[in-house]
Each structure stands twice: as C-alpha cells, then as structure tokens.
C-alpha cells in the first residue's frame, strides 16, 4: 500500500473515532410493515385537565384489538393542547396492556422526556405523538393515552382529540 493511501486510512480512522468519541447516544429504531389489518378510532369533544406528575389515562382513550397473527401497532394521538405553568412542559405517552396484563409504553420509550406541549399556557394549539411496537403475538390488547406535568407544569388540559391505533402485518 503507498505511503498516501496509508495515510488516508490513518487519517479516516481518526476522524471515525473522533466522531464516535463526540457523537450523542441515541438509539435507532426502524420497524417496517405491509399491511394495516386493523384500526381503530377514538375521538373526544369534551376536554381533560389533570396536574398529576405521575401518569394518568384520559379516561375514554381506552381502546382494544384483537390480532389472530403476529402484528405490529402504530398508534396516534392528536389534541388541542395547554399547558399551564411558570417552567416545564406536559407530557403524553401512549401505552400498550398486554394480554397478561402488563402496562408497557410504545417506542421510543422515553417516559416524561417527550414534551407534549410546554408551559406557560397559550391559547391553545394542536399537537401529535405518535408511537409503534415491536411485533405483537396474538391476542387481545388494549391502549390508552396517558399525560403528565412535568418540571414546575401545573396543569395539562387536552380536548378535541383523536386516538388511532392501527394493526400492521410485519
């Protein structure tokens, strides 16, 4: 090998481990499907409002589906949103309950981290998550969407809003 193409290799190394060395860890997750099965809607005109720092479920998100194969979900949430409060933000997760009953949020899992909408509050605006699965096996499971304040938050209202989950083939 020339002493120019050792230095090239040499030099595109330490620019890799330079760049891993400073880059943020995150995690990538790429899920694809072919088919929706499945779907679900649920809407509500009525608002909610709750201060809890803990998560809690709007109350008629829950929605359920039964799969007869193995399938993958993709879940929506959109809402006219507010966020009363000096400091911090409202937070929205959408979880899944499995067949044995065990409460798992959606990927990215990141629990209060994800920002809704923050505060002060405003007059309202419109705001989405949306979150997927790993492949699900059959069975019956059910969803929901839950919010939280969070960091000096005092309030979250949510209204006008649509919950969509969808069963996809994998």
Avoid at 56 to 66: G, R, Y
């Amino acid at each position: 090998m020339s002493m120019f193409k050792r230095l090239l290799v040499v030099t595109a190394l330490a620019g890799s481990l330079l760049l891993a060395g400073t880059a943020a860890y995150a995690i990538v997750t790429v899920r694809s499907g072919s088919v929706t099965d499945q779907q679900q809607f649920v809407h509500d005109t009525n608002p909610f409002t709750t201060g809890s720092a803990a998560f809690v479920t709007v109350p008629t998100s829950w929605t359920s589906m039964t799969i007869t194969s193995p399938h993958m979900f993709d879940a929506r949430f959109t809402a006219e949103a507010r966020c009363a409060g000096n400091a911090g933000w409202c937070s929205v997760r959408i979880i899944l309950v499995t067949p044995a009953g065990v409460i798992t949020e959606l990927d990215p899992v990141v629990g209060t981290d994800f920002a809704f909408d923050s505060a002060p509050a405003d007059t309202g605006e419109g705001h989405a998550i949306e979150r997927t699965s790993a492949v699900m096996a059959p069975g019956s499971y059910r969803f929901g969407v839950q919010v939280a304040v969070v960091g000096g938050a005092t309030a979250a209202w949510l209204d006008d809003w649509t919950f969509t989950v969808a069963a996809v083939r994998p």
